[in-house]
């Protein structure tokens, strides 16, 4: 079975500073990665996925991620935190299952940023 | 317009009772799922709807029941509430196996 851990359960940057959140894996293949951001009272949003081909994923808000296989890690990074990334970052692993993508989160990451 | 939306959004009832969670999503996607977060904010798998048949069924209490009318519909009906139960409630869905969009959540506190 799939599963997902991410090291660091809190994380505090001062604005400006880059920001790295570590995740490692576990999938007998190739698996479907994401990074989904919480902010509090709210829901999931899709910062950014991998599933094949540039092992160096673009997402929004300014977040890249590096799928390395030798690694089993997908790290989420950003060169310069602003104020309101502080949230919870969870990684993801995605399993293709009857026609969906069954999803193993990590326990998550919580930022915070000093102003 | 709203992807994938959740009603209610807070829902406060006492142990024993029977409630519903329901969401629909107007991206035209066929697959449905529940995720369970709890109080540490883990998030876990529940159920998942694939062109309203049941494809994904974890290790959930039978007083879960998850019911899909229409592909755009997935309702989750919870019999004799327990205090454990209390936690948030995530739809989400998705076309294949692309990306899952999550709801907003419903917040479920029993008393």
């Known amino acids: 079975a799939q599963s997902v851990t991410q090291p660091d359960i809190h994380i505090t940057v001062s604005e400006g500073a880059s920001l790295e959140l570590r995740c490692n894996y576990s999938y007998g293949a190739t698996p479907y990665l994401f990074w989904y951001v919480q902010s509090p009272g709210q829901g999931l949003q899709l910062l950014l996925k991998?599933?094949?081909?540039?092992?160096l994923v673009q997402g929004i808000k300014g977040f890249e991620a590096e799928f390395k296989r030798s690694q089993s890690s997908f790290n989420l990074r950003k060169p310069s935190v602003h104020w309101s990334d502080a949230a919870e970052y969870f990684c993801?692993?995605?399993?293709?299952?009857?026609?969906?993508?069954?999803?193993?989160f990590g326990t998550g990451t919580q930022l915070k940023v000093e102003l | 317009d709203t992807a994938v939306s959740q009603t209610p959004k807070y829902l406060v009832t006492q142990m024993g009772n029977d409630k519903s969670i329901k969401c629909e999503q107007n991206?035209?996607?066929?697959?449905m799922y529940w995720y369970k977060q709890d109080s540490k904010k883990f998030l876990k798998i529940m159920f998942s709807?694939?062109?309203?048949?049941?494809?994904i069924n974890e290790t959930v209490p039978n007083r879960f029941s998850p019911k899909s009318p229409d592909k755009a519909h997935l309702n989750l009906h919870i019999n004799s509430l327990e205090l454990g139960d209390s936690a948030v409630y995530f739809c989400a869905s998705t076309a294949g196996g692309e990306t899952q969009y999550f709801g907003p959540g419903t917040r479920l506190l029993v008393l």
């Open positions: 993801a692993v995605g399993v293709l299952t009857g026609g969906g993508n069954k999803l193993t």
């Open positions: 991206l035209g996607h066929d697959t």
């Open positions: 709807y694939n062109n309203k048949e049941l494809i």
């Open positions: 991998y599933f094949s081909g540039d092992t």
